[in-house]
Nanobody
């Protein structure tokens, strides 16, 4: 089992920045893949960014060059740094952890990000 707790969402103006945090209940070394997904009203949940236990990253085309995913292994925390935010980035952002060996696919409760002037 992995419990995930997100934080850092909020209201920001277009062009602004936010950093989301996802704290895991156990060592991230034991998790194969961690990712951030988002879901806007009326739309399907989509992958925003992912990072493997080895540090390889993957980003949705819509956020490349603006968002950065990173891990702090000492804190068992994954971050999503979001810069140059746009109104289209407005959504509930969810943290995800994939453990292949269990197998287990775990989700956090979500955090709202609203980009608006």
């Amino acid at each position: 089992q992995v419990q995930l707790v997100e934080s850092g969402g909020g209201l920001v103006e277009p062009g602004g920045s936010l950093r989301l945090s996802c704290a895991a209940s156990r060592s991230i070394f034991s998790i194969n893949l961690m990712g951030w997904y988002r879901q806007a009203p009326g739309r399907q949940r989509e992958l925003v960014a992912a990072i493997t236990s080895g540090g390889s990253t993957n980003y949705a085309d819509s956020v490349k060059g603006r968002f950065t995913i990173s891990i702090d292994n000492a804190k068992n925390t994954v971050y999503l740094q979001m810069n140059s935010l746009k109104p289209d980035d407005t959504a509930v952002y969810y943290c995800n952890a994939l453990v292949i060996a269990e197998p287990g696919n775990y989700w956090g409760q979500g955090t709202q990000v609203t980009v608006s002037s």
